[in-house]
């Protein structure tokens, strides 16, 4: 984030007006008593009357300051703030705790403005590498800096890594998931941070077991460790970790190639509360029976996608760990035993999470898992043999539940939602995709009797307008999915944009009834948006795309094969969504470089982009790819305009930047060796696919 | 077994048998027998039962059930001919039932 030199009245207008509010507002909602009044009139005046004639700056002492702005949190309001004036942006900085950097050049001038730093996060920073991260680190005072997050920031090795756990002596908490070439260098790089309580290597695949050795060993304190991924480690790894370790309380060893003997050293971890073994397919019941012996407090287990492990290890895991309190299962269980059902019985007090995604269950199973009265959260996804019966005997005794997953349960009907309108009314998540057989008269009891229902996922269920008209009662809604419905037309857009303002994400994928007017209603009602997915709705044309130029939140928006939407529309959407984060244009026939102009001159934050068979030329490519500072993936798979020239010059202007490619294989041959070679050099990635040049519908 | 890195590969819902990978998916618009299905250009590690003459939604098509080869499990069909001009692009390719398919390692 850029600072501005507020040094022009324009900006000083602009942003009292704006402090003015925020103050006000700060006003409503607190003791009067804690901002002065002069303050509050002073502010007031400046959005009528010009600079105000006594500076707030002036009034305010420092602490008063830290107080009003510990309160102004939505980084809007904040920005208001730096840019009032001077000493008030002196003053953010020295208040501000966490930052989020988006570029590289500013990060050494950024370190040294802010202080009081304490979460760091560098994810997103397009291009930075070690050098210009050490150089960064090396004029700042970092004293206080505790959290950083350097997921898939793939240019910084250990060498970066030496100067931030150097910089940062109070380092309690690194990410550096993601980090495909990160290995057993980096590893001892932050096993010189001996304070550190959280540490991510997810995707760290270059990590083996004497990378694991040095970290275990030089950060005894280690409190959450994600080992995901990184196939390298074995057994003996997992065991020194246990026997350093002795304050570990989550483990995630996902996808590990690790067997029961890692098990057998985990139950030693006394303090273990959190245990993740997603897809260990070398753990089976006996690792489970070892795991339920041991002297771990587990609350959370996840086993999901384990093939070997059956009910049979599950139940003995529940022996040892009665008070479990989340259970994961899905896609790992073949058939349930009654072993594990009466076990699950022991449960019934603490148990809030159980999914069981994809296992074969009857009415009795059902039955059993009705009894763990405290339920929040069921996952029944893609099970077979889930009927109205089954679920209505299961939430008749679990009313706490508050996320109901039923996706592929095709046998459910409106009775089941009736079931669950009348027993669990304080339902947030409901996942209904492909359940086919409901209708508009079952969501109607849901959207009555639920007022707290914040998603619902309706993906291929065939509803219409009525039942938006019904859903458009649940006012917290967040989350919205609608794919595939194609009766949904512009009537049930404007049902929900009436009432559900708060919605942040809206899913309309190839729901081909929708036009402009549709969407005009949404962005007149629902100006929270985030994520819009309109793929597919081929109607819409400009018009409505300059309808959503007013939705100032959206973050990411997919438009695929909408051929009517050229450069204009895509000029609105670059222009109001000063956000946009992602945008996907595949097939969208008639968007030509006209477009890519529009995104290259107003779409500076936007990272993703997908322009597969859309018309542009090199040119366009070329402009796109030097001017967006912050573009990492781009997937451009036949571009037929294009020249060879073309996609050289293009990539060369971005060859810093970018992290993933996707083009066409034709091109692999084609491309001269040494941009490849440049490419990979920086830490970019590249899939080459072959796909078909025409499409059938 | 190529993974990680490799391609996005989807298993048999019951035994997790690989069958399909996510690059050869041609369109996520259709349905299955159960619901949504997608489209795949090639499958792997399936067995065919017989051809039979069906009546679609979007036509007659003569179809062959696949069938998981480890585990028998019914994941989808086969198009083996198409009997309108407009569908003839779907002979050869598979449809894979999205309730019966899970995603593997990613």
Known sequence: MEKRRGNSGFFQDRHWGRLGLVLGRLQQTDAAARLPSTDQNAAGAGKTEGVPKMPISECCACAKRNQVLDRVREPRDRKACRLVSRAFARAEAAHRRALRVLRREPLARLLRAFRALERLDLSACASLDDASLAAALSGADLAGVRRVCLARASGVGWRGLDALVAACPRLEAVDLSHCVGAGDREAAALAAATGLRELSLEKCLGVTDMGLAKVVVGCPRLEKLSLKWCREISDIGIDLLSKKCHELRSLDISYLKVGNESLRSISSLEKLEELAMVCCSCIDDDGLELLGKGSNSLQSVDVSRCDHVTSQGLASLIDGHNFLQKLNAADSLHEMRQSFLSNLAKLKDTLTVLRLDGLEVSSSVLLAIGGCNNLVEIGLSKCNGVTDEGISSLVTRCSHLRVIDLTCCNLLTNDALDSIAENCKMVERLRLESCSSISEKGLEQIATSCPNLKEIDLTDCGVNDAALRHLAKCSELLVLKLGLCSSISDKGLAFISSSCGKLIELDLYRCNSITDDGLAALANGCKKIKMLNLCYCNKITDSGLGHLGSLEELTNLELRCLVRITGIGISSVAIGCKNLIEIDLKRCYSVDDAGLWALARYALNLRQLTISYCQVTGLGLCHLLSSLRCLQDVKMVHLSWVSIEGFEMALRAACGRLKKLKMLSGLKSVLSPELLQMLQACGCRIRWVNKPLVYKD | ?106
């Open chain 2, 1 to 106: 077994m190529a993974e990680l890195v490799g391609p996005r590969v989807y298993s048999c819902c019951h035994c997790r048998n690989h069958v399909c990978l996510h690059d050869d998916i041609i369109s996520k618009a259709f349905q299955g027998r159960n619901g949504h299905a997608f489209l795949f250009s090639h499958a792997m590690n399936i067995s065919m039962g017989p051809k039979e003459d069906r009546q679609l939604m979007t036509g007659l098509h003569t179809v062959a059930d696949i069938y998981c080869r480890d585990c028998r499990e019914v994941l989808g069909w086969k198009y083996e001919r198409a009997f309108e001009e407009s569908q003839k692009y779907k002979e050869g390719k598979f449809i894979f039932e999205k309730a019966k398919i899970v995603k593997e390692n990613w």
